[in-house]
């Protein structure tokens, strides 16, 4: 079954400092990728997305991520974290036969001011 | 459009009490999702529609859940009876399409079983 790992749970930033969450997924098919940023009291929102292409995939709010075929992986970065960047980030995987995703555990920012 | 809309925001019952959620799709789309979240287990997917049929519902925890799409404008979850271990934030989701398309999710609803 695909799985889909993040293994950093919590992460504490000050202003500024760069970020990188990683994920790593189980699945050797074609994959579609996806950053989900859930802030505080708030659903879940669309940061980003991979299905083709560049592997350089830029979203909203200055994030990026890189698709890794080779290492199975699908980081999200951030070269300067904001106080309201301070949230909970889900990495997801579909795969092109199946239409769910398969979200992993997330990983909770805290960025200090 | 109003985004995915789910009733109601925060539900407290008591044990063996019957719980409904609410979830209402943007319209035009024909994917719809339930999923649980939890601070033990984080976001899973429990059962999703495809056009209003069920289509995998090997997320739902166990028998007393239950979730219905009479039409592509409304779908129910259903748990009967509670338990304090359903105690959760339940979050309907919606989508269009190919599986590459952005999933919408709703407002959520915080369950407490007491």
């Known amino acids: 079954a695909q799985s889909v790992s993040q293994h950093n749970h919590h992460v504490i930033l000050s202003e500024a400092a760069s970020l990188e969450l990683g994920c790593n997924y189980s699945?050797?098919?074609?994959?579609?990728l996806f950053w989900y940023v859930q802030y505080p009291g708030q659903h879940l929102q669309l940061l980003l997305k991979?299905?083709?292409?560049?592997?350089l995939v830029k979203g909203i709010k200055g994030f990026e991520a890189e698709f890794i075929k080779s290492k199975f992986s699908f980081n999200l970065r951030k070269p300067s974290v904001q106080w309201s960047d301070t949230a909970e980030y889900f990495c997801a995987v579909t795969d092109s036969g199946t239409y769910k995703y398969i979200f992993g555990t997330g990983t909770r920012l805290k960025v200090l001011a | 459009d109003a985004g995915v809309i789910q009733s109601p925001r925060h539900e407290v019952t008591e044990m063996g009490q019957e719980v409904t959620l609410r979830c209402k799709p943007i319209s035009g789309h024909d994917y719809l999702f339930w999923y649980r979240q939890t601070m033990m287990r984080g976001l899973e997917l429990l059962i999703y529609?495809?056009?209003?049929?069920?289509?995998?519902d090997s997320g739902m925890p166990e028998d007393r859940f239950s979730a219905k799409m009479p039409n592509a404008s409304f779908s129910t979850l259903k748990i009967q009876p509670s338990e304090p271990r359903d105690s959760a934030v339940y979050f309907c989701a919606s989508r269009k399409g190919i599986p590459y398309n952005e999933q919408f999710f709703g407002p959520g609803t915080r369950l407490t079983v007491l």
């Open positions: 529609f495809n056009n209003n049929v069920p289509i995998d």
């Open positions: 991979y299905f083709s292409g560049d592997p």
């Open positions: 699945y050797g098919g074609t994959v579609n």
